[in-house]
């Protein structure tokens, strides 16, 4: 589990591919103390297995999905990456809980000048639009942040990014067009699927035993699972 709150930026040093998995190479900005081969590092938000530390060069195991679904398989050597260690049970959670499970990407749309922030516009893939939610939580290459607003009909969304977080992240070297990692917000994930259940199970409920439509969630669902 970790935070969304990045602790150092790396360079990606190589990248070798081999068949079903591979091998990722970085090189951390900053000094990661005490790092243990097994521990899992987010890199780019993507929960990866150290396997060494050779003079500061992390090898990471990857394996041929995280490749394909991140973008770890194609940012190229050199690229910039945020990192952060797993997190403890006495750290501060000061972000909010990730899994390091990457959804899916998005594209950046634009980025611009928003008062003193940052505002990132980038794309909303089909395979997260459930989750997402103004004033939500979502993680974009391993940096938590709030969403700002949400145009399912143009299928974007908007964050802020506050000096700071632009500053000391590899935010601020993506570009229009770049993908970047997204993965949505875990709790919203789990009381979605939840609920689906909840009416999936109840169109199969009938006093004749015939197979009802379901009317989506209502609100007996929401009273049911806590709302």
Same mark, same amino acid.
């Given at each position: 589990?970790?935070?969304?709150?990045?602790?150092?930026?790396?360079?990606?040093?190589?990248?070798?591919?081999?068949?079903?998995?591979?091998k990722l190479m970085v090189r951390p900005a900053k000094s990661m103390k005490n790092l243990e081969p097994g521990e899992s590092v987010a890199v780019n938000g993507t929960c990866l297995t150290l396997e060494n530390d050779s003079g500061g060069i992390l090898q990471f195991h990857v394996m041929e999905e995280s490749f394909r679904k991140t973008n770890l398989g194609i940012l190229p050597p050199g690229a910039g990456v945020n990192m952060e260690r797993a997190l403890t049970l006495s750290s501060r959670l000061g972000g909010h809980l990730v899994s390091g499970h990457i959804d899916t990407t998005g594209t950046v749309l634009s980025f611009g000048p928003a008062g003193s922030d940052i505002e990132l516009l980038v794309e909303l893939p089909d395979a997260i639009a459930d989750f997402v939610v103004p004033e939500g939580s979502i993680c974009i290459d391993g940096v938590s942040l709030t969403v700002a607003a949400v145009d399912f009909s143009q299928k974007r969304f908007s964050v802020r990014i506050i000096p700071t977080t632009w500053k000391e992240t590899c935010l601020k070297e993506r570009k229009v067009g770049s993908k970047v990692n997204l993965e949505a917000d875990m709790l919203g994930k789990y009381v979605h699927f939840q609920?689906?259940?909840?009416?999936?199970?109840?169109?199969?409920?009938? *006093?004749? @035993? +015939?197979?009802?439509? *379901?009317? @989506? +969630?209502?609100?007996?669902?929401?009273?049911?699972?806590?709302?």
């Open positions: 589990m970790f935070t969304g709150l990045v602790q150092t930026t790396g360079i990606i040093v190589k990248r070798i591919q081999n068949g079903a998995a591979g609920l689906e259940r909840m009416a999936h199970k109840r169109s199969e409920k009938s *006093s004749d @035993g +015939i197979a009802e439509e *379901s009317g @989506g +969630i209502t609100m007996g669902d929401l009273l049911r699972a806590g709302f």
